[in-house]
């Protein structure tokens, strides 16, 4: 009988029985390195010297822009104050900044009037000019302190600092826009008529998504090969190829976007700690971290002068594949790099399977056996986190984005994969072996870095450099056929595969929710796949303990998990009101949207139906709880028709809307049978997505609209009589529902456009 392939050679195959353990404590110390090293750092005092950038200035300039704390959307009087207290910093250290007055409008059928605010800093030299941009406008819910207040601070604290110093090579210009929450509707308006956007040749744009953590490097511009040796000269980078790749799969979109489309090269910054914060009343600044502010700022002070004092490419080319280590610096190479990378590292791993298959220290069953097992730990842990995932959801934990109490959701899925990828390595060792199962995962990880080398090569190099490390340290073990070298080639690559993995794995709740937590499972699992080689150890208390060991903890995170609160008075659920009422009836109403039941106090308040119903015509689905509400003696929105002609199967109608009671904003719906071909509002046309699915209805929303309304040239395909419909909206509930606001718990905000007032009506076209 032969014996097993771990026992043909003790000195190379075996573990001691302590090297589980102390991987797993080399993993925890690697976890506690994360949390230190991805907190931003303290912010510096007022009295910090004139040429540093000093979070505790910005945030004493933050109290002031904010006033009593409004909120200040688009079109408000509280967002004018904000703007003028802009422009008067601006003024108050030494620049001639202007009031750019736009419209604009986005491919989602929004459109308003806005108000930029710019500044230049004139150059040395001529050529293209670099830009710094954050947005002054919050959403209707919440203040918007670090959504984009801190943005805003950040550069007016740089633009002291850049002042004072001696001039910049190039041009800097300073643009705070306004009307990024209607859909970077600012930034449409420079880049379409601002004589400054045709120079401006890169951007560095501040956003935020939380109220805390680092200051995060996201996004940049194609072509980035040049744009991140930049960026390696920040104190404390936090960023990665692998945020660029995912981000631009998203929907999601900021100011950058339009500046990238319109040609401008540069990178877009933000944080993302303190998601239940995010576009809500809580976005205060209690609630804003001045150490997040000193961050943002000194990233956005050392790439502004880097760019102002840079070479700006005219056609930039190659992307780079980059990543920070451990905050401590940046590690980047071109992408053209990667695949010659990747496969280096699997070439040398099977270079090393072929010498351990030749001194017959493996088998090659041993060594298939092995790469089965990674499959298998990889199948386990994205089965094992589906199914918690589904658990959840049937002890009603699940449905929500984030909860109050993360940490036992976050550490159960953890814990989890640990516990799926020690059971499958310990039920593969015997025929595997610790040799085959390193064989097999280290095999498995250079293939996945080839693959996604030619797919996703921003990605890759989670598994190319640990693939490559793995394949050094073997290398060496081989060379040096002693324990300890084997032992290092089992610890070391797994503790460079923690180092790369766990600071996005970490950010990722923050970034995405509760829909990630699965993916979580199957992520660590990857992870901690790099441990298999130990499990099977001499110790039969740490090869059956520790998978046990870890399920337990599982168990005990998933109770934890659902028996805790799952919203607060710091993450509470959304719950949004509004009045409507229909000018041609009288009739009015209260709606409700929130996915959880009203609470109470709310039903209490006002004689809520019990089921859920269509709010408009237009809505989606059965989205609001509606009770009968007082109605309001105010007048309905009004449209003039201002011409109207067929020619050639079309109808052309020029219309103006107004607010009768001068509501900021107004919408027009049109049913599909008018079959719109083309619409402009203020002779600014609306292109409309092409990827936006086909709708029963087209809804426009005009924001900031003036006293005299707004003209709006319509082209429909549909020349017979239809129905439209108007509404004009104005933030707010109107007195009548004060009770109802009064009946909203702590656990419970508004949320984006936040509470509403709608006043809407019927017109026959």
């Known amino acids: 009988m032969n014996a097993p392939a771990e026992r043909q050679n003790p000195a190379v195959h075996e573990s001691p029985a302590w090297a589980l353990p102390l991987a797993l404590i080399l993993f925890a110390l690697v976890l506690l390195a994360v949390g230190q090293r991805y907190a931003p750092p303290p912010a510096k005092g007022e009295n910090a010297p004139a040429g ?98 801190m943005g805003v601070a950040a550069i007016l604290e740089v633009a002291r600092i850049l002042k004072a110093g001696p001039p910049p090579r190039h041009t800097i210009v300073l643009l705070l826009d306004d009307g990024e929450e209607l859909g970077m509707v600012g930034a449409r308006a420079f880049v379409a008529d601002h004589p400054l956007a045709r120079q401006v040749g890169a951007v560095v744009n501040l956003e935020g998504r939380g109220s805390s953590g680092p200051s995060l490097m996201f996004e940049t511009s194609a072509g980035n090969g040049w744009l991140i040796p930049l960026y390696a000269a920040v104190d404390r980078p936090v960023t990665s190829s692998l ?24 990178l877009n910054l933000a944080f993302l700690a303190g998601p239940t914060h995010y576009h809500t009343p809580l976005d205060n600044l209690a609630n804003a971290s001045p150490a997040t502010l000193q961050h943002h700022g000194d990233n956005a002070l050392v790439l502004i002068r880097r ?12 992307n780079a594949v980059f990543f920070d280590v451990l905050s401590l610096g940046l590690v980047h190479w071109p992408e053209a790099w990667t695949p010659w ?75 989890l994969a640990l516990a799926a990828v020690g059971t499958v390595a ?65 610890l070391l690559p797994a503790v460079v595969a923690a180092v790369l993995w766990f600071p996005p794995l970490t950010m990722l709740y ?36 520790m998978p046990l060991a870890a399920a337990a903890a599982a168990v005990v995170f998933t109770v934890v998990a659902v028996t805790s609160p799952l919203h607060s008075a710091d993450a509470p659920e959304i719950l949004t009101l509004s009045f409507h009422q229909d000018a041609d009836t009288g009739k009015a109403r ?3 949207f929130t996915s959880s039941p009203l609470p109470p106090a709310l039903e209490k308040a006002a004689p809520f139906r019990r089921e859920r119903e269509k709010a408009y015509p237009w809505s989606p689905g059965a989205n609001a709880r509606i009770a009968a509400a007082p109605p309001l003696d105010v007048p309905g929105p009004e449209l003039t028709v201002l011409a109207d002609t067929v020619t050639g199967g079309e109808r052309r109608l020029r219309v103006r809307l107004r607010s009768l009671r001068a509501a900021p904003n107004a919408a027009l719906i049109l049913p599909k049978a008018a079959r719109v071909e083309a619409i402009s509002v203020q002779g600014r046309p609306v292109q409309r997505d092409a990827s936006l699915s086909p709708e029963d209805w087209s809804f426009y929303y005009l924001a900031a609209v003036p006293p005299a309304g707004l003209e709006v040239d319509v082209v429909l395909g549909e020349t017979a009589p239809q129905t439209w419909y108007l509404l ?38």
């Open 426 to 490: 310990a039920l593969f060792a015997r025929r595997a072996g610790a040799l085959g199962l390193w064989l097999g995962v280290w095999i498995g990880w250079s293939l996945a870095g080839v693959l996604l080398a030619l797919t996703l090569p921003g990605i890759s190099y989670f598994f190319i450099v640990p693939a490559l490390a793995a394949a050094v340290f073997a290398g060496l073990a081989l060379a040096w056929r002693g324990a300890v070298w084997w032992l290092l080639a089992v």
């Open 52 to 149: 540093e950038f000093s979070g505790g200035r910005a945030r004493a300039l933050l109290r002031d822009l904010l006033g009593d704390g409004s909120p200040h959307p688009t079109g408000s009087a509280a967002n004018a104050r904000v703007r003028d207290r802009v422009v008067a910093v601006l003024r108050g250290l030494g620049y001639a900044p202007e009031v750019q007055v736009g419209f604009a409008c986005n491919e989602r059928n929004v459109c308003g009037r806005v108000e930029n605010v710019v500044a230049r800093l004139d150059g040395r030299e001529p050529g293209p000019a670099v830009m710094l941009a954050a947005h002054y406008d919050s959403v209707a819910a919440g203040p918007g302190v670090a959504d984009d207040m």
């Open 590 to 592: 209260w709606l409700a």
């Open 243 to 266: 945020f660029e790749t995912l981000y631009n799969r998203l929907p999601n979109r900021t100011d950058f976007t339009v500046f990238r489309k319109a040609g401008m090269q540069g």
């Open 307 to 318: 760019l102002a004092d840079a070479d700006l490419p005219s056609q930039p080319r190659g």
């Open 728 to 765: 004009d909206i104005s933030d707010g509930l109107p007195a009548t529902g004060a009770a109802l606001s009064a009946a909203r718990p702590a656990t419970f905000t508004t949320f984006g456009n936040g509470n509403e007032t709608r006043i809407g009506r019927q017109r026959r076209i």
């Open 341 to 415: 990378i990747a496969g280096l590292a699997a070439l040398l791993l099977l270079a090393v399977a072929a010498l351990l298959l030749r001194r017959r220290a493996v088998r090659g069953g041993a060594l298939a056996w092995g790469l089965a097992a990674w499959l298998g730990m990889l199948v386990a842990c994205a089965v094992a986190g589906f199914g918690l995932n589904a658990v959840l959801g049937m002890a009603g934990a699940s449905g929500i984005q984030w909860a109050a109490h993360p940490f036992p959701f976050q550490a159960a899925f953890w814990a």
């Open 510 to 545: 923050d970034g995405m929710g509760a829909m990630v937590l699965a993916g979580i499972a199957l992520l660590a699992g990857i992870v901690f796949s790099s441990l298999a080689p130990l499990v099977p150890s001499p110790s039969r208390l740490w090869r059956r303990g």
